[in-house]
């Protein structure tokens, strides 16, 4: 079986045979038999369906001892995890970090908490706040040799 390309990176981004057949014009039918053909899980309902990026980034999200969380939404071919609101994909780091600081962080996003993954939006840290927690350190400690 042919697959269409499109609708192959619909459903590893995890959207719902609905809403791939609404964005690609593929019969909700030939979507099914594609997520059966890829051994892709179907995507539990309303796992797409939150208004808010609140919702969006809660329901993508489960509690970890700790305060961290753990990604269960959709991750890019390279792993890397993603969640789309409106026309933009972003990745889960990124929207944790919205949310919490309420601006666009710059540079990469990653953890602060030494949790490979964890997206805890009170963990979450971008360049500039590692650069000032680096400069506070060496104030403190002295420089690192
Ligand atoms: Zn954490």
């Known amino acids: 079986m042919k697959i269409r390309t499109d609708v192959a990176e619909l459903l590893h981004q995890g959207h719902t045979n609905r809403a791939i057949s609404r964005a690609t014009g593929a019969a909700p039918k030939t ?4 997520r059966r053909a890829l051994g892709i ?7 797409f369906t939150g208004s808010t990026p609140e919702s969006r980034f809660a329901a993508r999200t489960e509690a970890l001892p700790g305060g961290h969380m753990r990604w269960t939404g959709a991750v890019t071919s390279r792993g890397t995890p993603t969640v789309k609101y409106g026309q933009r ?15 666009e962080p710059v540079g990469h996003v990653l953890p602060g908490c030494g949790m490979t993954g964890c997206v805890a939006p009170d963990h979450v840290e971008d360049q500039p706040m590692r650069d ?10 002295g420089e690192a040799s």
């Open 31 to 34: 979507v099914a038999r594609y």
């Open 132 to 141: 000032r927690l680096n400069k506070t350190f060496a104030a403190i400690f």
């Open 89 to 103: 994909h972003f990745t889960a780091g990124r929207m944790a970090f919205v949310l919490r600081w309420g601006r």
């Open 41 to 47: 899980p179907p995507t539990p309902l309303g796992h």
